[in-house]
């Protein structure tokens, strides 16, 4: 092959899938090994207590505001007693998040063919579980992804239908479009706060642009946005909020220390997740130069003054942290920091494209350098096996076994207290608990009672108290320790083995 071509050969698309299959697999093989945690308790023992429109109530008046989220939490398979059911809905979960995304990367992307499409859609997911802040509460804690990762799946939603309206052209396929479009946004504002801050910069942006050049979706829009505006003044001014501040540290509500977490925080976004975001912007525009280029129906959403699309979002990145640090007075981190990374490599690759759209002869004239490309490529594998990132991590708790042992000792665990009899009931503490699926465990301490990772699961059973017969010896491993663990536990089986066959 010559060192320069017109087109990528077939093979690094190859390549990059089976990247992506080597993300994925893991994370869904972990699904079977899911097991229900604190607030599934919780809110199963709540929405079984109460009607729909009680809990709806109860929530917005002494917890949140959040709607949307509080209706789609009445789905948790565990009110029903259901294992099978909550380790179902985890894989289902992974596959909508796939499978969204796809639709999207081929709704905008359709000139591409489809082994490509496949690609890009793997490249990106490969990207987002490889960095994903919290693991466990994004693809695994119920009630946590349903707060902060589903919100990312409805955006992705949103965005096909968006998609969609500037390309269709009957009044009945135009009219569902647009119903889908609000409800999406709505059910988008009712999640979480940050998803919401998210989606009224983006809406806010897409007002600007076609204002800009005097589209008819123009008037439509506007209805979307000022729909969702009065939707989010109901999420942000709900009682509970407040009710729920008082219960956080004293930083809480302080608007200068906010500001000034906010402003650290993106310095540190970039810094974490920037080396990745930049090598695959590179790859991206070295395998898919050829196919990102858009129809005048698309291309309008990126012809837009680059300094105002980085200030949204940056600006955007801003609110979403101060958000954060002035209703809890902490930094973001967990589910949050999902949502947030979720944003950063959408607004990341939309800026991306907006540059491309700025010089579109440019990128259309470079042809594909092999010499660059291979050792690009080189890099992204060597970021996407980082011994120490997500995906790592989730082939070491399986291989280790944390998983299945895991499993099983929640499992006992479980139909022990389902069987007895006990009203205060002293359980075997776990020996292990994979950062993958993370769980918060019970404590020794009767005098714990209150804390909520003892109260829900004691509620949940009908128990007086629920406690640990012993404390918890569980240490912190790191994952080269880990695998240093594995080496040697595999050698000394293979000693036995050659020690036995030579006996």
């Known amino acids: 092959m010559s060192s ?23 994370f869904f093989v972990l699904c079977i090994f899911n097991q229900p945690s604190v607030d599934d308790f919780e809110y199963a023992v709540r929405d079984n207590r109460n009607s729909f429109v009680a809990t709806q109530i109860e929530t917005y008046y002494n917890w949140s505001g959040r709607y949307f989220s509080t209706a789609i939490s009445r789905i948790n398979p565990i009110r029903v007693g259901s294992w099978i059911g ?23 992307f359709y000139k591409l063919a489809s082994r490509q499409k496949l690609t890009l859609t793997l490249f990106i997911t490969a990207l987002y579980f490889s960095q994903m802040p919290d693991v466990s509460r994004g693809l695994y804690y ?11 799946i409805l955006t992705l939603v949103l965005l096909v239908l968006l998609t969609m309206l500037f390309s269709l052209r009957g009044k009945t396929a135009k009219f569902l479009c647009k119903i889908g479009i609000l409800v999406a946004c709505l059910s988008i504002i009712g999640t979480n706060e940050l998803s919401l801050i998210y989606l009224l910069t983006t809406l806010s942006l897409l007002l600007l642009q076609l ?31 407040y009710v729920r501040m008082e ?25 974490k997740w920037g080396a990745l975001l930049t090598v695959a912007s590179i790859l991206y525009m070295l395998l898919w130069q050829r196919g990102i280029s858009f129809s005048n129906r698309f291309n309008n959403a990126f012809d837009i003054p680059l300094p105002v699309s980085v200030a949204v979002f940056i600006t955007t990145l801003f609110l979403m942290s101060f958000a954060y640090s002035w209703s809890t007075g902490g930094e973001t981190k967990g589910s949050v920091g999902n949502v947030i990374y979720f944003y950063f490599i959408m607004g990341w690759f939309y800026n991306l494209h907006v540059v491309i759209n700025r010089f579109p002869t440019h990128f259309q004239q470079i042809g594909f350098p092999s010499v660059l490309a291979i050792p690009v490529m080189l890099l992204f594998a060597r970021l996407i096996f980082n011994i120490d990132n997500n995906v ?4 070491l708790d399986l291989l280790s076994g944390k998983a299945t042992r895991h499993d099983k000792e929640l499992n006992k665990r479980y139909t022990f207290l389902r069987t007895s009899d006990c009203k205060v009931c002293a359980v075997e503490p776990l020996s292990g608990m994979p950062k993958t699926l993370y769980i918060y465990d019970l404590t020794h301490k009767l005098e714990d009672r209150g804390l909520l990772k003892n109260s829900a699961i004691r509620k949940y059973w009908g128990k007086e108290e629920i406690y640990l017969s ?6 912190e491993t790191s994952n080269s320790e880990v695998l240093h663990q594995l080496g040697a536990e595999l050698r000394a089986n293979l000693g036995e083995k050659m020690g036995s066959f030579f006996m």
């Open 470 to 475: 012993e404390p918890s010896l569980i240490n």
């Open 4 to 26: 320069t071509s017109s087109y990528p050969h077939n093979r690094y698309y190859d390549i990059l899938i089976i990247i992506g299959l080597y993300t994925i697999i893991p």
């Open 142 to 152: 119920m009630t946590a992804y349903l707060v902060y990762q589903l919100p990312n």
């Open 211 to 241: 204002w800009r050049i005097q589209h008819q979706a123009f008037n439509f829009i506007l209805v979307v946005f000022i729909c969702s505006l009065v939707a989010s003044l109901g999420v942000v001014l709900a009682p509970g909020n």
């Open 247 to 271: 219960t956080t540290i004293s930083g809480a509500g302080n608007i200068m220390w906010s500001s000034m977490t906010a402003a650290i925080l993106i310095l540190k976004y970039f810094y």
């Open 392 to 395: 790592s991590t989730a082939y």
């Open 86 to 108: 909550y380790k179902i809905s985890s894989f289902l979960f992974l596959c909508a998040f796939i499978l969204t995304l796809h639709v999207f990367v081929s709704s905008l």
